[in-house]
């Protein structure tokens, strides 16, 4: 077998391998002299069928076996007489073959590149943290109570009010023709409480018990259901009862209602709520500030294979986005190809960054345990009640998708692990500081965890 580098350009190489003729007659003789040994032909006993007669009946399954054995044998010769680290599946073309000739056969290999090596001791990050005012307690208390207010029919009829909660019966219109959803009877509406489309609350102020009236409303730009979005509405409405908040004590006994074992627990609750959810906030801008340096810092060439799968991932949930929300590029002023240029440095950025954390993760020996798998198994199986043991026969039976979960695991160790050498300054924000774009870093913060898990473990 001869082994022939062609071209080498950057992680791109072309290798083409040759194996002789010879060795593949060898090898298929070989393997006809092993099938006589047990072959049934008609009118031979048992291992007695000569060599020629399999050879007519089997010689092109049996030449077409060693020819697929001998690309893979090949193939794996060839990459690791070259020291190479193939970062996608190799791309194998026959180029000859033909009976009593040589097999040539050309490979197509992306290599993995060599992370630069990072000196985490010099990443300088800055921790902002918020604390949780007693205000914010009270205000949520405040929310917990107004949303579990008795209500009952005022001792004496009256119009609505603000607060008021009011049962009506409605049919919704479109150009004067109903739509689907929009029919319903005996709806409570608490006037205030911000549940419907804007302004239609509002119009139920002053509409007393047994009133008949048409409610204008015109459905927001980002509604739910693509077909109301941005539609002028009529809805012919009829009031059928009106109730009033009553008061709610907070004391123990409403603790216990909702869980807590006291006021006091119930205060506690709330504030560990905001707590994590603050704390959440954190690890999230501190992430995003870590792959951040390390973008700036490490620029190295990736894989261009690697790049468009990651492009595609991201272009897929894109368009899936904006076709749901009915968006168009136009929308926010760009061309596709502006969009799609933008969003590809965004799949090399991701690729980058996962080769860096994979390759900081393989030094450090981070490994991703078993129980720690079992646990995001467990937390999946809990997002299908009473499918427990469906979820976990997913997981055993598709490897890739066990991988899925690992991934994330893998990138978050590392990321402590950088945080934990580098050196971090911890600052006081406010909340509103904190949670400021909190959802656009965590969509920035994905640093292609699956390539790095999977480079990692390979």
Same mark, same amino acid.
């Given at each position: ?8 350009? +950057? ?10 003729? #010879? ?50 044998? +090949? ?36 290599? *993995? ?51 008021? =909660? ?14 689907? +959803? ?9 006037? +205030? ?10 119009? *139920? ?119 749901? *929300? ?79 979960? =690992? ?9 402590? *692990? ?19 774009? #909190? ?5 920035? #913060? ?9 480079? #990692?473990?390979?």
């Amino acid at each position: 077998m001869q082994v022939t580098q062609v071209s080498a350009d +950057g992680l791109k190489h072309h290798l083409k391998v040759v194996v002789p003729a #010879a060795d593949i007659e060898t090898q298929v003789s070989q393997r006809l002299e092993g099938l006589a040994k047990t072959a049934r032909l008609p009118g031979f006993r048992p291992g007695k069928a000569p060599v020629s007669l399999l050879r007519k009946q089997y010689g092109r399954s049996v030449t077409g076996e060693i020819l697929e054995r001998s690309i893979d044998e +090949g193939s794996k010769k060839a990459i690791a007489d070259n020291q190479l680290r193939p970062a996608l599946q190799p791309k194998v073309e026959v180029t000859s073959f033909d009976d009593g000739k040589d097999l040539e056969f050309d490979i197509h290999v992306e290599n *993995l590149p060599t992370p630069p090596e990072v000196d985490l001791s010099t990443i300088e990050l800055t921790r902002y943290e918020a604390d949780v005012a007693p205000e914010t307690v009270q205000k949520a208390l405040d929310d917990i109570v107004k949303g579990n207010r008795p209500y009952a029919e005022p001792a004496e009829p009256r119009p609505a009010k603000q607060d008021d =909660r009011v049962t009506i019966d409605f049919a919704g219109k479109i150009d004067g023709v109903a739509f689907d +959803g929009g029919t319903g009877t005996d709806m409570p509406v608490v006037i +205030g409480s911000g549940m419907l489309v804007p302004g239609f609350e509002d119009q *139920l102020v002053g509409a007393s018990v047994g009133d008949e009236k048409t409610i204008e409303v015109t459905f927001p730009d980002d509604y739910g259901a693509e077909n109301l979005r941005g539609k002028a509405a009529t809805f012919d409405i009829k009031v059928t009862k009106i109730e009033e908040p009553g008061e709610v004590t907070v004391n123990d006994e409403f603790a216990k209602k909702l869980g807590q074992e006291n006021v006091e627990k119930l205060h506690d609750a709330i504030r560990q709520r905001f707590s994590a959810e603050y704390g959440r906030a954190t690890r999230l801008k501190l992430k995003r500030a870590l792959l951040d340096v390390l973008a700036e810092r490490h620029d190295f060439e990736v894989p261009p294979g690697m790049v468009e799968l990651e492009f595609d991932a991201i272009w897929r949930q894109l368009t899936a986005e904006m076709q749901r *929300l009915g968006q168009s590029f136009a929308d926010e002023d760009k061309s596709e190809d502006e969009a799609k240029e933008e969003y590809r440095k965004i799949a090399e950025r991701r690729v980058r960054l996962g080769l860096l954390l994979s390759d900081i993760g393989t030094k450090n020996e981070v490994k991703v345990e078993n129980k720690e798998l079992q646990q995001a198994m467990i937390a999946q199986a809990q997002r299908f009640p009473g499918q427990a043991r469906q979820v976990f026969e997913f997981y055993q039976k598709n490897p890739g998708t066990l991988e899925q979960l =690992r991934a994330p695991i893998f990138e978050d160790k590392v990321v402590d *692990l950088i945080i934990e050498k580098a050196k971090v300054e911890t600052k006081k924000v406010t909340p509103e500081e904190l949670m400021k774009e #909190a959802e656009e870093d965590e969509d920035e #913060a994905i640093s292609s965890a699956g390539v790095a898990d999977e480079q #990692a473990a390979s």
